[in-house]
């Protein structure tokens, strides 16, 4: 197994411009996330999906779109990129019903916005 | 508001040197304290997932206990491979949403 997988792995990107995070995970679990981590402020949740069909706000929804048209991929939409839209994301997935299964994280996009 | 906060920010130690890592946390009925180690430019990995006040776990030179009211991630002879971020999350009151601390940055200096 792949486990969860993320492109690009880098990124520059000018004011205003838009781009999708894609992420991607081989483990048949039901629900998705996406995190940002920026310097000394952990992770925040940005959107996350319990299921196909099925998405929902996190703690810094604002700039960003999330859809979830199959089980394994959980792309997110950055629109209008903003400088204070750099960071790093990451996305992780958990076969979880009730916040007790393990979240399993991929390697991390790293974007720059100028 | 739930919350989770980890200290040291930092800590540096020699090899051998033993020492623990705190998570402290409130949230309203606790269902499971996660740890994860993070490596620079890396993704968190995770380490240990505890669920109830007096348990422990353990993994190579890494234990974790867990009471009503915080988590130690205790470090015993540490090697300059164990250096990295450690982070502890909990979920959320109610969800299947974790909230993450800041983090503790151990470097094991050989």
């Known amino acids: 197994n792949a486990g969860v997988t993320q492109t690009p792995k880098f990124r520059i990107l000018k004011i205003g411009q838009s781009m999708t995070l894609q992420c991607a995970q081989d483990?048949?679990?039901?629900?998705m996330y996406w995190y940002r981590q920026d310097p000394g402020m952990g992770l925040k949740l940005i959107y996350y999906?319990?299921?196909?069909?099925?998405?929902d706000k996190g703690e810094v929804p604002n700039g960003y779109n999330v859809s979830r048209s199959t089980t394994e991929d959980f792309p997110l939409r950055l629109e209008l990129a903003a400088p204070s839209q750099t960071s790093v994301y990451f996305c992780?997935?958990?076969?979880?019903?009730?916040?007790?299964?393990?979240?399993?994280f991929g390697p991390g996009t790293r974007l720059t916005v100028l | 508001e739930d919350q989770v906060t980890q200290s040291p920010e930092a800590l540096r130690l020699q090899e051998g040197e033993s020492s623990s890592l705190n998570c402290s946390y409130t949230?309203?009925?606790?269902?499971?304290l996660f740890w994860y180690r993070q490596d620079p430019g890396k993704g968190p990995e995770f380490l240990f997932t505890?669920?109830?006040a007096g348990e422990e776990k353990e993994k190579e030179r890494l234990k974790a206990t867990l009471t009503k009211k915080e988590s130690f991630l205790h470090i015993t002879a540490p090697k300059p491979e164990d250096s990295a971020t450690y982070l502890c999350?909990?979920?959320?009151?109610?969800?299947?949403?974790?909230?993450f601390g800041k983090g503790t940055k151990l470097t094991v200096n050989p």
């Open positions: 992780a997935s958990s076969y979880s019903r009730d916040g007790r299964d393990t979240q399993y």
């Open positions: 483990m048949n679990h039901n629900y």
């Open positions: 999906s319990v299921g196909a069909g099925i998405t």
């Open positions: 949230v309203s009925g606790l269902r499971g």
């Open positions: 505890l669920y109830s």
């Open positions: 999350a909990v979920p959320q009151g109610g969800s299947e949403k974790l909230v």
